[in-house]
């Protein structure tokens, strides 16, 4: 599976760098980075993307709110929301997926499997 766009919500510059550079290197052609939640809901309708990578904390919106607007609205809810996050309590990750994410990748992670943790985490998605 190969994913075309990717829009990575992330304050810290350096995870974003790290991304990007993660998903370039797997054939992401377009990796757009944004620094917090309004930035996100403001892009994601207009860029649709193949996937959103979402903090939760953030500055002006956490993750979880921007997560939960994506999916309210008509123009971004059938994109697909992965939470990349330090957010890794059993109670977090409920948040987060009752907010509507596909799933959820703790920080710190391994930059070398994350493009095929993503595609494994989309692939059951389209599962029967």
């Known amino acids: 599976m190969t994913l075309s766009k990717v829009l990575v919500v ?8 790290v991304v990007r550079m ?14 917090n939640g309004e930035e996100c809901l403001a892009v994601a309708g207009e860029l649709k993307p193949d996937l959103i990578l979402l903090d939760v ?10 997560c939960r607007r994506l999916k309210q ?9 992965i939470f990349l996050t330090a957010k890794a309590q059993q109670f977090e990750m409920k948040q987060g997926l009752d907010a509507g ?3 959820y990748l703790v920080k710190p992670f391994d930059p070398m499997t994350l493009h095929d943790q993503i595609v494994t985490m989309l692939s059951r998605k389209t599962e029967p």
């Open 10 to 17: 992330e304050d810290d510059v350096d995870i974003q760098k």
């Open 22 to 35: 993660s998903l370039k290197i797997r054939g992401t052609k377009d990796v757009v980075v944004v620094s």
């Open 57 to 66: 904390m953030m500055p002006k919106l956490d993750g979880y709110e921007t």
């Open 73 to 81: 609205s008509p123009d971004t809810k059938a994109i697909p929301v």
């Open 101 to 103: 994410a596909l799933g």
